[in-house]
């Protein structure tokens, strides 16, 4: 089994920036592309960024593209997800997440982190 375990959200103000990081246990970390998705209230959970198991590709959602910058340490086995300019529609709560493959779609993703809350105050 592959265990996830996000940190680093917390309360921020417009323009601010937060770090998230997702640490991996269980299983060789280099194994696994890892993706970030994110839950507003009410809202439905989206693909937030995606780095393949080297970290030489990524993708990202468009709203994020250009604030967001998704990356890994294989030797600290922790995927990271560095936000700036933060924006109040940014408010939700992020989950990290590992597959085989790295891409866009949450449904294949076979293991998921406990999530983290992020804030954006106006």
């Known amino acids: 089994q592959v265990q996830l375990v996000e940190s680093g959200g917390g309360l921020v103000q417009a323009g601010g920036s937060l770090r998230l990081s997702c640490a991996v246990s269980?299983?060789?970390?280099?194994?696994?592309?890892m993706g970030w998705f994110r839950q507003a209230p009410g809202k439905e959970r989206e693909f937030v960024a995606a780095i393949n198991w080297s970290g030489s590709s990524t993708l990202y959602a468009d709203s994020v593209k250009g604030r967001f910058t998704i990356s890994r340490d294989n030797a600290k086995n922790t995927a990271y997800l560095q936000m700036n300019s933060l924006k109040p529609e940014d408010t939700a709560v992020y989950y990290c997440?590992?597959?085989?493959?790295?891409?866009?779609?949450?449904?294949?993703?076979?293991?998921w982190g406990q999530g983290t809350q992020v804030t954006v105050s106006s």
């Open positions: 997440a590992a597959d085989a493959d790295y891409h866009r779609l949450e449904k294949l993703y076979d293991y």
């Open positions: 269980g299983r060789t970390f280099s194994n696994y592309a």
